[in-house]
């Protein structure tokens, strides 16, 4: 009798887990080494595809914000210290990331105009993105029962689709969308980590690497709140059916903890960006209203058109945006769908006995639609607050939501094709498609970049390098001849910050140049310089007329 009731005790949930844990801690060094030199293997993958398609993309490191930072980075101590406690004392536009955005102030600092380090740290990160994708995928084609190799070839695909999106570009053309680079890739690590944990992969330390790369997002973006309020809501849920997983027993504390503290931080950090706000609400009226139905259309569309922007960039936005109050029952279908979807699938978990597999088919789905609703609230809110004259464009328009926005619905993809390639059973043929579809992925990228890009954004195809190089020459030219230098024009390095000019950027200039600190540059107008001083200008700065045929001076 005692043996038996020893052989039986032996069974429970809790000696099966004890028992795997000390299985693996007997192997776990050798475990690791594999497990970094596999990841280490997978990196090197993407950053060779990610260096192929992006190495000969154009920095344009003066544009808007990352101008900006250039000018502030080379300005008087005292401007810097202002600037540095304006980040920690003040929101901008509803993101409170102050130490980002100081760590994107320091690298400006150290680099400056250097285009070559800027374009290899945003294809590092691009890299670090697109392992972190493979890894998510693989770990949910897995869980399906789906063989090692076409979850590789799955994962490939789906995360190709991803990194090469036309408007993908525009992370390696311009520095600043490193926030929301830094951004995609935490939200990814949290939901790569809760699919780890409810397939039981030592769920202590994935619970808590959930929760703390879900509130470091928040250090990058404001969107942030949305993967905050997603890991939460799954936390809860786990909890709730903590009866279904058998290792919950024994880290229930852990994931209790790990939701606690992701709440409260979260609910400290959204104070922030609230109270510390520096620009305050206007009283505009929208040309379209009411708002609820814009926002409602917006959410019956959206998905469509963000599904459509990982193989098209350029849309009219515009077009889409007028016409989404008369799209608004979509709206509630969408939104009504995705709550049938996800009953559905918590009924089939109840159910099915391949409970990791609908376990996390739940995490993704689930993160999406919570991301999507905090998306729309999050939207509603600004369109309050600062009202648009044409409510929810922005959201059309250019890559800084758009490429963010494919990060919202990637879960719901991922489920939804490793659902339909386990439910297919041809797994050889939607292997080879998976690679055909990273194959198109990477080519259409580099047409998209060839042909479409210039077109869609002239401006970025100017050489900052190269625009910097002749303005440094220009004044050393006009300085030796005993000239000031001529005050160019700089919407074409700027875009987005309109009516900026050389003098604006005169500290990085006079850094640039080398010059003493007493020594002070003098300019002139340009309109001067090419007007009544044309042929002065002429024979003594050569580098001006080059610098005309480059960009718009004037």
Known sequence: MRKLSRSTSCQTPRFRLTLARVEVSGKGSGSRKRQLA????????????????????????????????????RASTASQRDFVRDLFTKSHNGHYAPFVFWLEFEQTKLVGTREAYWRWRAILLISLLGSILFLLVRRAAVASDLKTTTACCLSTGLTSLTLFQPLMIEFVAWPFLMLQLGWMILSMVALWSLVSLVSGAN?????????????????????????????????????????????????RRHVLAALALLVFLTICHAICMLRLNSIPSVTVTPAFQPLTRALMGF????????????FVGITVPLDAAIQLPSAWPFGPAVLLAGIFIIAAVVWQWKESERKDAIAVRFVLITFSFIGYIALLLLIAIREIHEPSRIPLFGMFVGSRNVVPSTIVFFGALVAATVALTAAGGKTAYLSIASLLLSFCAIISQHQFARYVYPKFQPLAQVSHDHA????????????????????VIMNDLTQEFHGWDLKLFEPVLHHDLKLAPEQRIEFVDIGEALGSRDREYARSVPSLAELSRTMRVR
């Open 38 to 73: 596999q990841f280490i293997l997978i990196y090197g993958f993407w950053f060779a595809l990610v260096a192929l398609c992006y190495h000969r993309t154009p920095v344009t490191f003066f544009r808007a914000e990352s101008g900006w930072y250039q000018t502030l980075s």
């Open 299 to 310: 959410a019956g569309v959206y998905p469509v058109f963000i599904l459509n922007a990982f």
């Open 203 to 251: 769920p202590q330390r994935f619970a808590w690497i959930a929760a703390l790369s879900a509130y470091g997002s928040l250090h990058f973006f404001g969107l942030g709140l949305l993967t905050a309020a997603a890991t939460a809501s799954i936390f809860a849920v786990i909890l709730f059916f903590r009866n279904r997983f058998e290792w919950l027993s024994l880290v």
């Open 468 to 487: 910097w190089s002749l303005i440094k020459g220009m004044s050393r030219e006009a300085r030796a001849a005993g000239l000031p230098v001529p005050n």
